[in-house]
T-cell receptor, first 110, second 114 residues
Framework: GQQVMQIPQYQHVQEGEDFTTYCNSS?????IQWYKQRPGGHPVFLIQ?????EVKKQKRLTFQFGEAKKNSSLHITATQTTDVGTYFC??????????FGTGTRLKVLA | SAVISQKPSRDICQRGTSLTIQCQVD?????MFWYRQQPGQSLTLIAT?????????ESGFVIDKFPISRPNLTFSTLTVSNMSPEDSSIYLC???????????FGSGTQLSVL
């Protein structure tokens, strides 16, 4: 079945450094979503990408969807302590179901 | 946006018993899903709760173990039956609103089976 992998699994950064997580799907995706889960919380939707090569920005966050629609990335510029959490990508491949990636846990050191 | 109320928030249960988790959405939604999340791990889709018909289960999950109901467009339950310690996990319900694609999540049920 469809698998969605993310790297790295963990990332510790100093506050102010940049952070990137990469998401790779075993199948071509119709769209991809990103979620953030704070420690002890539930996943919260960040963004959806639909088009091949699409790039979207939300303040310090930049999301990219690969040309082949099998990979995606999330880049955070100048991390802050409020960015702490686990970032999940979730891919849909033509169905109504979203398969979540393995997640990247971000820790920001002040 | 949709607000999802999920209860109980946590429970400690004995082996062999069953627990029913309830999920109430404050607006009508097209689809509802149940996920399981082990601590520090990703979310695994258990099933899609279909309104008025049997749920659609993912590989590795069966109706006898995880019966699901969805009597209307705003409510669903997941029962974890004949529990064993391996069922200890966080169970999350989610919903997708008619107008969009994004998923909203309940706050989760942390289940511990002794």
């Amino acid at each position: 079945g469809q698998q969605v992998m993310q790297i790295p699994q963990y990332q510790h950064v100093q506050e102010g450094e940049d952070f990137t997580t990469y998401c790779n799907s075993s199948t071509t995706l119709s769209n991809i979503q990103w979620y953030k889960q704070r420690p002890g919380g539930h996943p919260v939707f960040l963004i959806q990408l639909v088009k091949s090569g699409e790039v979207k920005k939300q303040k310090r966050l930049t999301f990219q969807f690969g040309e082949a629609k099998k990979n995606s990335s999330l880049h955070i510029t100048a991390t802050q302590t409020t960015d702490v959490g686990t970032y999940f990508c979730a891919g849909a491949s033509g169905t109504y179901k979203y398969i979540f990636g393995t997640g990247t846990r971000l820790k920001v050191l002040a | 946006s949709a607000v999802i109320s999920q209860k109980p928030s946590r429970d400690i249960c004995q082996r062999g018993t069953s627990l029913t988790i309830q999920c109430q959405v404050d607006s009508q939604v097209t689809m509802m899903f149940w996920y399981r999340q082990q601590p520090g791990q990703s979310l695994t889709l258990i099933a899609t709760a279909n309104q008025g018909s049997e749920a659609t289960y993912e590989s590795g999950f069966v109706i006898d173990k995880f019966p699901i109901s969805r009597p209307n467009l705003t409510f669903s339950t997941l029962t974890v039956s004949n529990m064993s310690p391996e069922d200890s996990s966080i169970y999350l319900c989610s919903a997708r609103a008619p107008a969009g694609e994004k998923l909203f999540f309940g706050s989760g049920t942390q289940l511990s089976v002794l």
